[in-house]
């Protein structure tokens, strides 16, 4: 069963949205774990109001890798819809996801 780490910056929408992952990831066999515990996969849903919380998505990444290397590192949100490039060129991550293709992330994964 592969272990799965959500972790979530900025708006109710995304808190909302990141709530509904954790249960259809959960629902199709994932185990879901807390984002400081090892995962093979971390999902990472960003914001993107300020310089600081696209640091602060950045600073997540780089988190994750250091927790697992090997891990799957997954990028979603408002970050990850502005500036797709910009985040696929981020060291260790494996997948950008926009905002109209979070809810089929379990079928991306």
């Known amino acids: 069963m592969q272990r799965v780490a959500?972790?979530?910056l900025g708006c109710k929408i995304n808190q909302f949205e990141s709530a509904a992952m954790t249960e259809s990831l959960g629902k199709e066999?994932?185990?879901v774990?807390?984002?400081?515990?090892?995962?093979?996969v971390?999902?990472?849903?960003?914001?993107t109001v300020t310089a600081k919380t696209d640091a602060e998505s950045?600073?997540?990444i780089r988190r994750a890798l250091r927790r697992n290397p090997e891990a799957r590192v997954v990028v979603t949100g408002c970050y990850a819809q502005v500036a797709p490039d910009a985040v696929k060129d981020l060291p260790g991550v494996a997948l950008v996801v926009g905002?109209?293709?979070?809810?089929?992330?379990v079928e991306l994964l």
Do not use: H, Q
């Not at 971390?42 to 914001?47: A, Q």
């Open 58 to 60: 950045r600073r997540l």
């Open 33 to 40: 774990v807390p984002f400081d515990e090892d995962a093979d």
């Open 29 to 31: 066999g994932f185990r």
């Open 99 to 105: 905002n109209s293709e979070k809810k089929s992330i």
């Open 42 to 47: 971390y999902v990472i849903n960003t914001c």
């Open 6 to 8: 959500i972790s979530t």
